[in-house]
């Protein structure tokens, strides 16, 4: 024990411990026990040789928390912090006496017991009566047994629960079945229930023996214990920016990833559903946009274990916007809870990876008890019910010929009235049903427990055809005492997912685009059944390419740790651990010689697989002090090392459709075998001081070492500090009764962002292979070294307000924070006289985020049939560049960077701009005057007076991010039955919508929408939209009518009502027959209203989270569809 | 108690063992690139980087000669990429001419990286004279990359030593011609002393640097120089050269275009192209319409068209017509240049940079313009009996002087002039041979500054020291 010493300073030791060791000598019983007033206030006047004088009637019943007694405070203090909490008050009659009061002002507001406080929370959804006023109160019920179940709003059963008798020490917790047993003393009253991530309930005891409580979730509640990095901690001692999820909140949503399921959840956090593909990748934000061209996404750790965040399609097939994201491969169902961990001091522990955020997983884990079995499912329908107006079969036919006699050209005579006038988007749309299926049991006994899970998840594309995702998950946590000291376990999940995937994007093989610009007058099958491909091939038929392309993404993914905790001494623990992260991605792509209009069948696979190991190892000291002091540090090390390999070939043949494997094909293209690595090393600590619960402070620092980075640059150092004052525990606050909480939290560290460089060694000068010559096989130099390439480094500072008042009922926690990232990372370009083109990524330029969050959660109503809550959450986020390299000296614009969109359809594909001063994801076009009613072509702003209109008159003409996001949760309860409504909004986003942009061009054979129906002609002149023109511009080098222009950016903003669920509990006493201890019954829908004045399918279609040079384009996308489910869970 | 105690101290030997041996991760080695630390030590390095170099000179089939024919009065640039060229307005941020300077600076960073770093390559698998040959290969190709350089954008920067790191100053001022000009002749007498006259096998001797490609390509130079006395001595070696012979016969001479016919006796540097999907050069799509064309012949999108001048520069009966000519089977039948056309079974032509007739045709020219009419009218002569399948030592009556000859003119500097217009249609000497004979304004009615490309706009942004060509 002496050695000890050394781990902390002396003198703190002494001054923390010798109070400690008197209070063991002395009087006091164990900390954590209740005793009863009287007894404290004897304790207090036989310690500090007092009188206090005190009618037993006032006290009687009343009991404290053996920790409110601090003899190192003064009697007076002691007097005032023991009677706070009751509607009592001292008076000091002469030198040291004292007389106990009731207080009047006081007693206004109903008594708690410290113990209640210590709960915190509100009742809600009793079974039992309201608990009585006081004067109310049965009095002397008798002796007898009760017994009773703990559920979750939606019927699961609690176990572990804690039922206590308001003002005994007697309690019992719950079993696997969420059951406890009780007996009753005469006079006791009132069950107090609680259980972490609850919200506490008080239920009144009346002459029924069998009691049924259910708790609702809380989240922001103040004793509710919060992951954080390498450990835990409660709200209520929180300095630093967390928000948290509970599983529960994210199960039974028909989504394929977890990030889908965070929308709105949290302040803060921006997610975005690129598209209603299954499967598709998710853009999630927190607190904005860190990078430029590096990774924007948070870090994810799985029960300790960071994840591979590499999305596999990075090095795999394109897959035209979408990625394989591993989120896809966690089954929500077995989520405890999502913790995202948004300021420097909460994020600085995960150092370099920190910067964009960083999500905690809790999976469950099962508590000792009879084994609890679980079983969750739904089943559904989706479908997009919105469709673009275009035109019939013979305003396109006008249309077209229009077109062509615009141009000076003669008519096509393959474009001519039909009778056929196919609606291509019913064509393609249909209903698709979604089904999830899950299992689990849990358990244990008091050396082991265990959480065992299965989960099936089958969803089909709205759009008709192969789309198709269906994925298997398992999973088995299990925790073991070895010894007394030792405890050892395993977290491990196995996902199999299977992913028949579509071109979702504005490449030819995009269906939905093929299906708007179709020609209405071609059908969709020939009369004998085949399908309909156009002579001319102009376009695709989209049924046959939704059925006949297969693109196949098959992954098989294994997460999870094995882990050991040693408890040394008491308060201090060794923790090691040993995790992995496997993933394997099976591509195949398969394009018949009907998809390649007659061209030779094309093909392509790949196997990408990625491996990751870490060891982690810490040592955890928390002394008990006792007192007003607490302490805990952390002293960690880890090192991690990841593998990436990928194998891929394509080719083509002209044989069969039979035989799609590659090896039968006739022409190969050079395989590719992509190898990389890189490691990590870590070293960090963290110290948490608090003083009489009013003054937090906590430290950070990590130490990384990164493969990756310049030999000058290896190490970087990422600390933080925090402080926290909770001013409610002030003693100048405990007259009042507002609040019951009030805290001021402020943070400031560094993080790093060390992801998206492109390679593993960006820093090195590289030679390459496959500069061949003939058939010789050449090397060439393809990069510049620069030994001094690093992180981009993010200093966030955070100042946050956290406030509980009116009894609990309304929690708010406002923070405001700016990210102001260093050091980023930009692809310099170099004069092409060095050989390069650009450096792999320099450290050079910062860019700005800051904001403001506030969440909000109240419980409305508290009754015992009806309750009603809400938890409100606004995001506010400023995005801004503010430095990158200028080429030419003087001019900012000559740091511009520019990309367009791939793409095709003879539209002019939308280009972003990374310009300083302008936040990312800008819009960069030319501003239209409107339609010159002489010439019916668009008139484009001359900006720059030249006479003419060239690149250099393009602007910026709006952005892609949101003012202000937010999310509103209601729950409500009656009697049996729940409801919860989400609505989730986003606001001043912008959207280019590039799909209206091709079914606007009037330049080709592409159909158009009802718009062009008041397109320019002679005799309708003044309009805004231009004439048709075919193969517009007619005039080589000049600008066409489609130019990028303001006319295609629309505001996004809308409103969601993103999901409604309507519950029914069955009742006990009807389950207790067929041995099910809960069940709960459930209809949903998703996405059920939206709205908007955006005209496309969706304002959320923006299919680019992977470039931030590329956001907000609404590229004829797959949109999200409506669908409705119905669900059952039950326990037993 | 006892053992509890040794138990808890057991942790931290392990806790310093994982400490001290985890640093290893972060030694990590790409494998699917080379680190600059593991090149450059064996011969097989050296010859890599060798070969790496020419996908260089691959890479420039879009620029030249594409985009130096649609300059010239053979060929019209017909759509957004190469009208520019064909009207002379070259903006200054077109594509082709940044991706020109690239490709060509690219190359010449491969090309002093090599002769910088395998000098001292200590390696006993060398065979001997390989070393010295695969630093002529660099010097003879960087040289190629200058010259290209000089005739497209005139003065431009000296780069001769390789960047090595980001943090390197990388502005550079243009050079002058004469300055380029010396690097190119001491690179290529350089090359001339150390490269083979052949190599094992034909394609090597036909397709990369030799001891006759660097003697060719130094007989150009001179005579770009005006230093017409070592550009006639030069050609004169590569004439003599046993390895270089004319194509004789009508269907000999087309065959050297076609993909059957590769690597003739004829080229002297020919560059090497594999398939429509492996080293391409992409060029059918360039002369070739979209439609109308013989069996096999892949269509492609017809955007550098042939003149009318060039159609009818050939006399009847001159066997290059067809070799350089062909039309469709539209009506009316839409022309196109023939040189480079891609099968539809994905064989793809070669470009030969450097020929024989070329050669001989310098020679004439420098012997011309010292004054040696006599043995210059009989190298042209040379060529035209070629050009009508006669044989080559018997006058015959398309001999200079002839009644054919461009607008009855009997001058023989203008004969050898129209001479190398038909012989070398298409392969992107035209345009240069004006400017270097000062005939560009009155063949094209352009002024000196559109002589020049511009210097890519980019390029400027990114090296102030950069000064824009006149007119531009």
């Known amino acids: ?1132 | 108690m006892n053992s509890a105690v040794i138990n808890k101290w057991i942790f931290f030997p392990v806790i310093l063992f994982l400490l001290a041996s985890c640093t290893k991760v972060l030694d990590q080695t790409p494998e699917y690139t080379i680190a600059e630390d593991n090149y450059w030590l064996s011969s097989n390095d050296a010859e890599a980087a060798a070969i790496g170099m020419y996908p260089v000179v691959q890479a420039l089939a879009l620029q030249c000669p594409a985009a130096f024919d649609a300059a010239s009065d053979a060929a019209t640039g017909l759509l957004a990429n190469y009208s520019p060229f064909s009207q002379h307005g070259i903006p200054v941020d077109n594509a082709i001419v940044a991706t020109y300077w690239q490709n060509l600076y690219t190359g010449i960073g491969r090309a002093n990286d090599l002769l910088k770093h395998v000098p001292g390559i200590k390696d006993s698998l060398f065979i001997p004279g390989q070393k010295a040959r695969i630093l002529g290969e660099a010097y003879f190709l960087r040289a190629y990359f200058y010259f290209s350089l000089v005739k497209a954008y005139g003065p431009v920067p000296l780069v001769t030593q390789p960047y090595t790191s980001f943090n390197a100053d990388f502005t550079i001022g243009r050079s002058s011609v004469d300055s380029v000009f010396a690097l190119i002749v001491s690179d290529l007498h350089a090359a001339e002393n150390s490269l083979p006259q052949t190599y094992a096998a034909v394609v090597d001797t036909r397709g990369r640097a030799t001891q006759g490609g660097a003697k060719a390509l130094l007989a150009k130079v001179f005579l770009s120089m005006k230093m017409y006395d070592s550009a006639a001595a030069k050609a004169l070696e590569v004439m003599n050269n046993p390895t270089y012979s004319l194509a004789i016969g009508s269907a000999a001479y087309s065959n050297m275009f076609s993909t059957g016919g590769k690597n003739g006796a004829e080229s002297i540097f020919e560059v090497q192209y594999l398939s429509a999907t492996s080293q391409n050069n992409g060029l059918f799509s360039l002369y070739v319409p979209s439609n109308g064309l013989p069996a096999g012949i892949q269509p492609g999108s017809y955007q550098v068209a042939p003149t009318a001048k060039i159609i009818a520069a050939y006399e009847t009966g001159d066997i290059r017509k067809n070799a350089a000519l062909n039309a469709n089977t539209a009506t009316p039948p839409v022309p196109y240049g023939n040189k480079y056309l891609r099968l539809i079974s994905g064989a793809e032509p070669d470009i030969i940079a450097l020929r024989l007739a070329d050669i001989i045709l310098v020679r004439a020219e420098a012997l011309n313009d010292l004054g040696q009419t006599g043995p210059a009218t009989d190298l042209l002569n040379l060529i035209r009996r070629r050009a009508f399948g006669l044989p080559l030592t018997d006058p015959s009556p398309h001999d200079f002087p002839s009644a054919n000859d461009l607008a009855g003119s009997y001058d023989l500097t203008l004969a050898i002039e129209n001479e190398r217009f038909k012989e070398l249609a298409f392969e992107g000497h035209r345009f240069y041979d004006l400017v270097r004979t000062g005939r560009a304004q009155a063949v094209l009615g352009i002024s000196d500054d559109q002589t020049r490309w511009p210097i890519p706009l980019r390029e400027i942004g990114r090296n102030p020291r950069l000064i824009q060509n006149h007119g531009y």
């Open chain 1, 1 to 1132: 024990m002496k050695k000890f010493h050394l781990f902390t300073l002396k003198a703190i030791f002494l001054w923390l411990i010798l109070p400690m060791a008197r209070l063991q000598a002395g009087d006091l019983p164990a900390d954590d026990s209740v005793i009863r007033l009287s007894d404290a206030l004897k304790m207090i006047r036989s310690h500090f040789e007092v009188d206090i004088l005190f009618e037993d009637k006032t006290v009687n019943g009343l009991t404290v928390s053996a920790k409110a007694i601090d003899f190192d405070r003064t009697a007076e203090e002691n007097l005032a912090n023991l009677l706070s909490e009751f509607p009592l008050n001292y008076k000091k009659v002469k030198d040291r006496s004292y007389l106990i009061i009731t207080d009047k002002r006081k007693a206004r507001t109903k008594p708690v017991t410290v113990a209640a406080l210590e709960a915190a929370h509100s009742p809600v959804g009793i079974a039992g009566p309201e608990p009585g006023s006081p004067g109310k109160m049965p009095e002397g019920l008798p002796k007898r047994p009760i017994t009773g179940t703990v559920l979750t709003a939606d019927g699961q059963p609690l176990q572990g629960a804690s039922v206590k008798i308001k003002g005994t020490n007697k309690g019992a917790t719950t079993d696997a079945n969420g059951r406890f047993r009780l007996s009753l003393d005469e006079g006791d009253d009132v069950l107090l229930i609680s259980y972490t991530g609850y919200s506490s309930a008080e239920v009144s005891l009346d002459a029924r023996t069998d009691f049924t409580v259910r708790l609702s979730a809380s989240s922001g509640g103040l004793n509710d214990v919060v992951v954080i990095g390498y450990g835990t901690s409660s709200r209520k001692n929180l300095i630093s920016s967390i928000s948290s999820v509970k599983g529960s909140e994210l199960a039974n949503i028909p989504v394929t990833s977890i990030d889908a399921a965070l929308q709105g959840k949290a302040a803060g956090v921006q997610v975005v559903q690129n598209s209603g593909s299954p499967g598709d990748e998710t853009y999630i934000r927190i607190r904005g946009n860190g990078s430029l061209f590096g990774e924007n996404r948070p870090l994810y750790v799985i029960d300790g274990v960071p994840m591979n965040n590499l999305p596999a399609a990075q090095y795999g097939i394109s897959g035209d916007g979408q990625r394989i994201a591993s989120t896809n491969d966690i089954n929500p169902n077995d989520i405890q809870s999502i913790e995202i961990l948004k300021d420097a001091a909460a994020a600085a522990i995960y150092g370099s990876r920190g910067a964009n955020g960083v999500i905690l997983i809790t999976t469950k884990r099962g508590t000792p008890g009879k084994s609890k079995f679980s079983l969750s499912a739904y089943t559904g329908m989706a479908e997009v019910t919105k469709r673009l107006p275009l035109l019939n079969n013979r305003q396109y036919v006008d249309l077209f010929k229009e077109s062509r006699a615009n141009a000076g050209l003669p008519p096509d005579p393959a474009i001519h009235y039909t009778d056929t006038n196919t609606n291509w988007q019913n064509a393609i749309f249909h209903r698709a049903p979604i089904t999830d299926a899950n299992l689990s049991i849990s358990g244990g006994n008091g050396k082991m427990s265990h959480y065992i899970s299965l989960g099936y998840f089958d969803q089909r594309g709205t759009i008709v055809g192969v789309q198709h995702y269906q994925r298997w998950n398992g999973r088995v946590n299990f925790d073991f005492m070895a010894t007394d000291n030792l405890k050892i376990g395993v977290n491990i999940t196995g996902t199999h997912s299977i992913n028949h995937r579509m071109d979702n994007s504005f490449s030819g093989q995009s269906v939905l685009a093929q299906a708007l610009i179709q020609n209405p007058n071609n059908p969709v099958y020939n009369a004998n059944g085949t399908y309909y491909s156009d002579p001319f091939l102009r376009a695709t038929n989209p049924v046959m390419l939704a059925n006949s392309l297969r693109f196949q993404s098959l992954v098989d993914s294994y997460v999870g740790n094995i882990f050991g905790e040693y408890s040394i001494i008491k308060g201090l623990k060794f923790k090691t651990s040993l995790g992995f992260d496997n993933q394997q991605v099976t591509d195949d792509r398969y394009q018949s010689k009907q998809v390649n209009n007659g061209s030779a069948a094309s093909g392509f696979a790949s196997v990408f697989s990625q491996f990751l190991w870490v060891n982690e190892n810490t040592l955890t000291y928390t002394p008990t002090l006792g007192g007003r002091h607490h302490l805990s540090a952390l002293l960690g090390q880890s090192a991690q090392e990841a593998t990436v390999r990928r194998i891929g070939v394509s080719g083509s043949t002209n044989s069969t459709d039979i035989v799609q494997s590659i090896s039968g094909f006739t022409a190969l293209s050079a395989p590719t075998d992509y190898r990389s690595q890189w490691g990590l090393v870590s070293y960090f600590g963290r110290v948490n001081y608090s003083y009489d619960d009013r003054f937090l402070v906590e430290a950070v620092s990590r130490t990384d070492g990164s493969s990756r980075f310049g030999a000058n640059k290896k190490y970087g150092w990422f600390p933080s500090i925090s402080a926290g004052w909770r001013i409610s525990n002030e003693k100048f606050m405990q007259t009042q009764q507002f609040f019951n909480d009030l805290k001021l939290r402020g943070s400031i560290g560094l993080t790093g962002n060390n992801e998206g460089l492109g390679t593993d060694f960006p820093s090195l000068a590289t030679y390459s292979t496959g500069y061949n010559y003939g058939a010789e096989a050449g090397i060439a130099a393809t990069s510049l070294s620069n030994q001094d390439l690093s992180w981009e480094s993010t200093t966030a500072s955070n100042l946050g307000l956290d406030m509980s008042f009116l009894n609990n009922r309304i929690n708010v926690t406002v923070d405001a924070y700016q990210k102001t990232t260093n050091r980023l990372i930009f692809k310099l370009d170099l004069p092409y006289t060095s050989g390069f083109a650009r450096t792999n990524g320099a450290n050079i330029g910062q860019l700005i985020n800051k904001g403001l969050e506030i969440s909000v959660n109240t419980d409305n109503i508290r009754s015992k049939q009806f309750s009603w809550s809400t938890n409100i959450n606004f995001s506010i986020n400023r995005n801004k560049i503010t430095d990158l390299p200028e080429t030419i000296d003087g001019d900012p614009t000559s740091s511009d960077f520019t990309e367009s969109l791939p793409g095709s359809f003879s539209t002019s594909l939308p280009t972003s701009i990374f310009r300083v001063g302008q936040p990312v994801g800008s819009f960069f076009g030319y501003r239209n005057k409107g339609v010159d009613p002489a010439t019916g072509n668009m008139i484009y702003d001359d900006i720059n007076k030249d006479g003419k209109i060239t690149a250099a008159d393009r602007v910026i003409l709006g952005n892609a991010l949101p003012k202000f996001t937010g999310g509103m949760t209601n729950s409500l309860t009656y009697k049996n039955f729940d409801l919860n409504i989400f609505v989730y909004w986003s606001y001043g986003n912008k959207v280019y919508n590039q799909t209206r942009s091709m079914l606007e061009r009037m330049s080709s054979y592409n159909n158009g929408d009802t718009k062009t129906l008041r397109r320019w002609t002679p005799s309708n002149t003044v309009t805004d939209v231009p004439k048709a023109i075919f193969n517009d511009p007619v005039v080589p080098n000049s600008v066409t009518n489609g130019e990028v222009s303001q006319r295609f950016v629309e505001d996004g903003s809308y409103i969601r009502v993103k999901n409604i669920t309507l519950g029914y509990n069955i009742p006990a006493s009807f389950l207790k027959r067929v041995k099910i201890s809960s069940a709960r019954l459930y209809a949903s829908g998703q996405n059920l209203f939206l709205i908007t004045s955006y005209s496309g399918y969706d304002p959320e279609s923006q299919n680019q989270s992977v470039k931030n040079s590329q956001l907000g384009i609404d590229w004829a996308v797959q949109p999200q569809p409506r669908s409705f489910l119905l669900g059952l869970n039950i326990n037993f």
